[in-house]
């Protein structure tokens, strides 16, 4: 008979064994079913690589072949076979499906239609996109590029101008680039488009009080952290020339929110607790926020608090 250590011994390879096998199954899950994060494309534009959680509103990133589940505009997003191209305009983030499909939820595009996200966590919906225009927006070098990837395109394309000679389809599909009037898209994008803006409108956040706390935290944030431009994007553009910022009005802006961040030690001002609203104006430790819409957003208008 083995001896205690023995028995020991064993019941301890036995378990190392279990474990090795468990975690070796674990692998091979987490392997079949890896999510694409941060997925790599290219920008039509210009061929140049980029990710898909770094674009700059009005780029547009075609990514092929992707299998998986990717997060895009704050969604979890099953991708089967997708060859595509994910962007976002001021209103609206979007996946336009050239091959395979893209699923959020129950809602799933196939080729020749695109998943739309509206900000404020509002229902995702897909719509035919207009093919005849997303084929300008291709650059040579992404031609050159992605060569089965604009033909897929072209197919499309072709079948939305027989539908329009048959009179089935009028040229009203979904324009990606700019999801109302083109000049209004580019007159707000300065506004709108920013980096700081769009992840809070995106954010899935939609009760008005937890949008509002947003801003206001990561204003404060910005201050704290010293990023001049996140601080400038969540202030009020009124002193500054309005929804355009044309200009130089832009610029302006960063300035004053940099000497902003200079006047103070916010993290002392601030604190670090989460502000809370107090008789309509935003309170955390000595600083106090006060906000002001503009058409679907909130900027910082005002603050206070402190000494300089």
Same mark, same amino acid.
């Given at each position: 008979?083995?001896?205690?250590?023995?028995?020991?011994?064993?019941?301890?390879?036995?378990?190392?064994?279990?474990?090795?096998?468990?975690?070796?199954?674990?692998?091979?899950?987490?392997?079949?079913? /890896?999510?694409?994060?941060?997925?790599?494309?290219?920008?039509?534009?210009?061929?140049?690589?980029?990710?898909?959680?770094?674009?700059?509103?009005? $780029?547009?990133?075609?990514?092929?072949?992707?299998?998986?589940?990717?997060?895009?505009?704050?969604?979890?997003?099953?991708? $089967?076979?997708?060859?595509?191209?994910?962007?976002?305009?001021?209103?609206?983030?979007?996946?336009?499906?050239?091959?395979?499909?893209?699923?959020? =939820?129950?809602?799933? @595009?196939?080729?020749?239609?695109?998943?739309?996200?509206?900000?404020? =966590?509002?229902?995702?919906?897909?719509?035919?996109?207009?093919?005849?225009?997303? +084929?300008?927006?291709?650059?040579?070098?992404?031609?050159?590029?992605?060569?089965?990837?604009?033909? /897929?395109?072209?197919?499309?394309?072709?079948?939305?101008?027989?539908?329009?000679?048959?009179?089935?389809?009028?040229? &009203?599909?979904?324009?990606? @680039?700019? +999801?109302?009037?083109?000049?209004?898209?580019? @007159? &707000?994008? &300065?506004?709108?488009?920013? $980096?700081?803006?769009?992840?809070?409108?995106?954010?899935?956040? /939609? !009760?008005?009080?937890?949008?509002?706390?947003?801003?206001? &935290?990561?204003?404060? !944030?910005?201050?704290? +952290?010293?990023?001049?431009? /996140?601080?400038?994007?969540?202030?009020?553009?009124?002193?500054?020339?309005?929804?355009?910022?044309?200009?130089?009005?832009?610029?302006?802006?960063?300035?004053?929110?940099?000497?902003?961040?200079?006047?103070?030690?916010?993290?002392?001002?601030?604190? =670090?607790?989460?502000?809370?609203? +107090?008789?309509?104006?935003?309170?955390?430790?000595?600083?106090?926020?006060?906000?002001?819409?503009?058409?679907?957003?909130?900027?910082?208008?005002?603050?206070?608090?402190?000494?300089?």
């Amino acid at each position: 008979m083995p001896s205690n250590n023995t028995s020991c011994r064993l019941r301890m390879r036995r378990r190392n064994v279990r474990l090795l096998l468990t975690a070796g199954a674990v692998l091979l899950s987490v392997g079949l079913s /890896s999510p694409v994060v941060a997925d790599t494309g290219i920008l039509l534009a210009d061929a140049r690589s980029a990710e898909s959680d770094g674009l700059a509103t009005g $780029e547009q990133l075609l990514l092929s072949s992707r299998n998986g589940v990717m997060p895009f505009a704050s969604r979890q997003v099953q991708l $089967e076979g997708f060859t595509g191209i994910a962007g976002y305009a001021n209103e609206l983030a979007y996946l336009a499906v050239i091959e395979g499909s893209a699923s959020a =939820g129950d809602v799933k @595009a196939k080729a020749g239609w695109l998943l739309i996200f509206r900000p404020y =966590g509002a229902p995702v919906t897909s719509e035919q996109f207009d093919a005849i225009r997303l +084929s300008k927006q291709w650059s040579d070098a992404a031609k050159a590029a992605s060569p089965s990837a604009f033909a /897929s395109l072209e197919k499309i394309k072709g079948g939305q101008e027989l539908s329009v000679w048959l009179g089935r389809l009028g040229q &009203t599909s979904y324009n990606v @680039a700019a +999801s109302g009037s083109a000049k209004y898209e580019k @007159a &707000t994008r &300065t506004l709108m488009g920013n $980096e700081a803006v769009r992840g809070i409108r995106f954010s899935g956040a /939609s !009760d008005p009080m937890a949008v509002e706390q947003m801003v206001a &935290t990561r204003f404060l !944030d910005a201050l704290k +952290s010293g990023d001049a431009k /996140s601080a400038a994007a969540l202030m009020d553009p009124t002193p500054f020339g309005g929804r355009a910022l044309a200009g130089g009005a832009n610029d302006a802006r960063l300035m004053a929110a940099s000497a902003l961040i200079g006047s103070r030690d916010w993290t002392q001002v601030a604190g =670090g607790g989460a502000p809370q609203l +107090s008789e309509g104006v935003w309170r955390a430790g000595d600083a106090a926020l006060q906000l002001r819409t503009i058409d679907d957003f909130v900027f910082v208008s005002r603050i206070s608090g402190g000494a300089k």
